[in-house]
C-alpha cells in the first residue's frame, strides 16, 4: 500500500485512508507511529472496548477538535465533532507532507491532509464507514471525498459532471 499511496498522492488522485490507512499514509509520508499509546502518561485508552457486540466496540464516544482553516474544516467546520476510536496505535512523528487535520484531547493525531495535494487527500483515525448510513459525521466524510472522485473523473474524462 505504500507505494500505491505516493502514486495517488503524485497522480492527485484522491485519498481517503481510514485507520490503519492514515498510518500507512504517515509512514510513506515519512513519518513514524508509536504503539501501545494507551500506555503513554496521559493518553486516554484509544482502544475499543471489550465486547462481542460491535456497536458497543464502535460506539461513537470520543471528541476531537478540528483545526481551523483544514480541508475537515471545510466538511464539518473548525471545533468538536465525536467519532469512534478503536485504535492502539497512532502517529508519532508526522510525515513532512502532511499537515494535522484533528486531534483527540490527549493530543493524539486523530487526522491528517497532504499539505498542497492535487486532489483530497485526508486520513482519518477513526471508523465513519461503520455509521456512516446513521451518522451525519461519518457520512459528511464520504460525501466530501465522493464529491473529489467525482471531479477527479470530470477532469480526466473531460465532462462536467463533478459534484452535481
Given at each position: 500500500?505504500l507505494p500505491l ?160
Open positions: 500500500t499511496i505516493r502514486k495517488a498522492v503524485e497522480r492527485g488522485v484522491p485519498l481517503l485512508a481510514i485507520c490503519r490507512g492514515i498510518q500507512e499514509m504517515n509512514v510513506a509520508l515519512g513519518g513514524t507511529l508509536a504503539t501501545e499509546i494507551q500506555e503513554r502518561e496521559g493518553s486516554l485508552d484509544h482502544r475499543a472496548p471489550a465486547s462481542d457486540n460491535q456497536d458497543e466496540r464502535f460506539a461513537i464516544r470520543q471528541s476531537i477538535s478540528i483545526k481551523p482553516g483544514t480541508c475537515l474544516a471545510g466538511v464539518f467546520g473548525a471545533g468538536d465533532i465525536m467519532v469512534n476510536s478503536v485504535h492502539r496505535q497512532a502517529i508519532d512523528r508526522l510525515g513532512p507532507k502532511l499537515q494535522i487535520e484533528a486531534v483527540a484531547t490527549d493530543g493524539t493525531v486523530e487526522a491528517v491532509s497532504v499539505r498542497d495535494a492535487r486532489a483530497f487527500a485526508v486520513g482519518v483515525q477513526w471508523h465513519p464507514e461503520y455509521w456512516v448510513k446513521s451518522d451525519s459525521v461519518s457520512a459528511r466524510i464520504f460525501r466530501a471525498f465522493g464529491d473529489a472522485v467525482r471531479l477527479h473523473a470530470a477532469a480526466k474524462s473531460g465532462t462536467r459532471a463533478a459534484a452535481e
